[in-house]
Structure formats: C-alpha cells, structure tokens
C-alpha cells in the first residue's frame, strides 16, 4: 500500500513541475499560474492564467491590477478540456496555485475529483468550498 503511495506522490510531485513549467506561457506580469488536467496518467488539458482568445497579450492595466477579464489557469485547462473530445470526470487538476471561488466552482462541475497544488492563495474559500464537495485535496510544497 505504502508502495502506491509513494509512486502517486511522485507523480503528483512530477505534474506539478510541469504545470509550473506550463505557467511560463503566461503573459501575466503579477503572477504566471500553470494548470494540466490528468486522467489515467494522461495530461488531457492544460492551461495556463491569460487574456481570452483574440485580446491583447496583456493582464495588467496602467495600474499593474490585472484586467477583470483575464482567465484563471484551471478555467482556462476545464474550457478547454470542454472543446476537445476528452472528459474531465474523474480527473485531477494539478495547479500551481491553490483555486479561488470562482475556479473551485468550475472544478466541481467539470467533475474533477482531485486537485493538487503548490502555493496557496490569499484566500481559501475556493479550498474550503472544494472540500465542502468532498473533492480531494492536497498541497505539496516544492523543494
């Protein structure tokens, strides 16, 4: 039992890497937040923090406050999971920051079981509301 463990523990450390290595494709100057769904050992979607298609590659305004329409990195990897011909039921998001409120609503009904994560958030009302849900939840701190 240990052994399983031990080799998800691994992975989960391993899909985060690779979300914050996703997180670089962020144009975003306060915070790059990289975000990769998984199911059965397969990366079914990602995302990562941005403008919508087709706006200016810019979420910060005069002011450096991010522009209200700038996407999270989780609804960014659930809008586009919902476009391909994958499901996100039974998933486990890996995200390199803890999700807001917003974004831990759109998890729980995209159906994603588990969220793994690295930093936390100012807030945890979206960590509290997903565990409300009984989804799983797990932060693992990098070395």
């Known amino acids: 039992m240990d052994d399983i463990k031990e080799k998800q523990d691994n992975l989960d ?20 937040v990289g975000a990769l769904i998984v199911k059965d050992r397969m990366i079914i979607s990602d ?5 919508p298609s ?11 406050v991010t522009k209200p329409y700038v996407l ?8 586009k999971v919902s476009k391909s011909n994958n499901s996100s039921l039974g998933a ?3 995200v390199t920051a803890s999700p807001c409120m917003e974004c831990a609503k759109l998890i729980i009904q995209a159906g994603i079981v588990r969220v793994v994560f690295a930093d936390s958030y100012r807030l945890d009302d ?18």
Request: hydrophobic share 30%; glycine share 8%; net charge positive.
């Open 13 to 32: 450390y391993k899909y985060i890497q690779m979300a914050r290595i996703w997180a670089g494709n962020s144009y975003c100057k306060r915070r790059q």
């Open 47 to 51: 995302g990562y923090n941005g403008t």
């Open 54 to 64: 087709g706006f200016e590659n810019v979420c910060e305004d005069e002011n450096n």
């Open 72 to 79: 999270h990195a989780e609804a960014n990897a659930i809008t």
């Open 92 to 94: 486990t998001l890996y």
């Open 126 to 143: 979206g960590i509290k509301l997903l565990e409300r849900a009984n989804i799983e939840v797990k932060q693992i701190k990098e070395l």
